[in-house]
């Protein structure tokens, strides 16, 4: 089977893209990151997820992007948003570059690996409207990659797929629960604790999307409580 590298961070979205490649006939590949984030709770989970669907292989790549700063997940004297995701505003969980430096690297591994493609949990309609996680910057990394590497010069660029990119979080658990993707071992909060905080942005736009979605169960108890009328 053909191979393709996946970013894998131990999130939900994640999870799915690594369950979407295999259901699309790839042998997976996983690539995850110690980039000086806030915890390591979510490598754990990324571990998990790697056996459960018994993945091919998985690197983890260190490369401390905490040491300039600039974002609450990579500074700790930046608190954490509790507040909601603002429309048209980029909230400080934004980390300068970081989807530019993990595809540079998944490209140098999918090409020294012979992949095909790269799975890519980026999504631009219902989480922060980070600039790396829209059409157009996926369309331009695709243009660079067949720029910027032998494959891409014979014509065997690695393809970039986002199959979450315009997809509602709502619509990302049901494709999950679909490929049988397990909810409960994935892990989105921004802290590090033994139990998501349910408070935090991440916590509060996964629980209401378990709930709308009818997977309540999966949701935190403080999230069952807030989007009770949901």
Not at 157 to 182: C, F, M, N
């Amino acid at each position: 089977m053909p191979k393709a590298v996946v970013l894998l961070s131990g999130g939900l979205d994640s999870a799915t893209v690594a369950a979407q490649a295999i259901a699309d006939g790839y042998d997976v590949i996983a690539l995850s990151f110690r980039y000086g984030q806030r915890h390591d709770r979510e490598l754990q989970s990324a571990q998990d997820i790697v056996q459960h669907l018994k993945l091919l292989q998985h690197f983890i790549v260190d490369v401390n992007l905490a040491q300039w700063g600039g974002s609450a997940l990579t500074d700790s004297a930046i608190e954490v948003p509790i507040t909601g995701v603002q429309p048209d505003e980029i909230p400080i969980t934004y980390v300068p570059g970081r989807n530019t430096v993990f595809i540079a690297i998944a490209l140098s591994l999918a090409e020294a690996q012979n992949a095909a493609a790269i799975y890519l949990g980026i999504n631009a309609i219902d989480y922060s409207g980070y600039p790396d996680c829209r059409p157009e910057y996926l369309a331009a990394f695709q243009t660079l990659a067949q720029l910027s590497s032998k494959a891409g010069l014979e014509g065997n660029a690695p393809k970039l797929i986002a199959p979450l990119i315009t997809d509602s979080k709502t619509d990302i658990v049901k494709r999950a629960v679909k490929l049988g993707v397990p909810i409960e071992k994935t892990w989105s909060c921004y802290q590090g604790e033994t139990e998501p905080c349910g408070i935090c942005d991440s916590c509060r736009i996964r629980d209401r999307a378990l709930i709308e979605a009818g997977y309540p169960e999966f949701a935190t108890a403080s999230g069952r409580e807030f989007y009770q009328n949901y």
